[in-house]
């Protein structure tokens, strides 16, 4: 009875391994444009896509929201982002959480990583600007 039991086990076990998990990763990349402004306070609106290796892509919408000793105003163009860690599209989508430091004058560098359960994504940019400070927050990716 205790062979069955154990065997009874380890197959529930090994359903409740989602099936796109079984599967494995899937690599993502974001490319974006984004822009906004802080003082204390800080947001950011944009728009990208997301594109896989499976040839699945579509577009995305971004807001950043968050606070800090922050000041500036930034806008990002051309970024890019690299997700790891998801199984499904479904994962790609969310509310991430960030932490920053940033320093720029003129042409302002973006470069930071943030989580989402296993989830994460690493985003990099230039564009125009001038910002300083610590922040910290939320990165949301909406379908649009």
Known sequence: MK??????LLLAIGAAVPAAQAAGNID???RYNLSGWSAFYKTAEGTGTISCDNGTSFPVKITAKGGGLTVGRTTITDGRGKFTGAYSLNDLVGTYAAAEVHASASRATDAQVMTKGDVSLALAGTGRGWSL???FG???IERR
């Open 133 to 135: 400070g610590v922040g």
């Open 28 to 30: 993502c990349e974001l």
């Open 138 to 140: 939320k990165f949301v």
């Open 3 to 8: 062979k069955i039991t154990t065997a009874l």
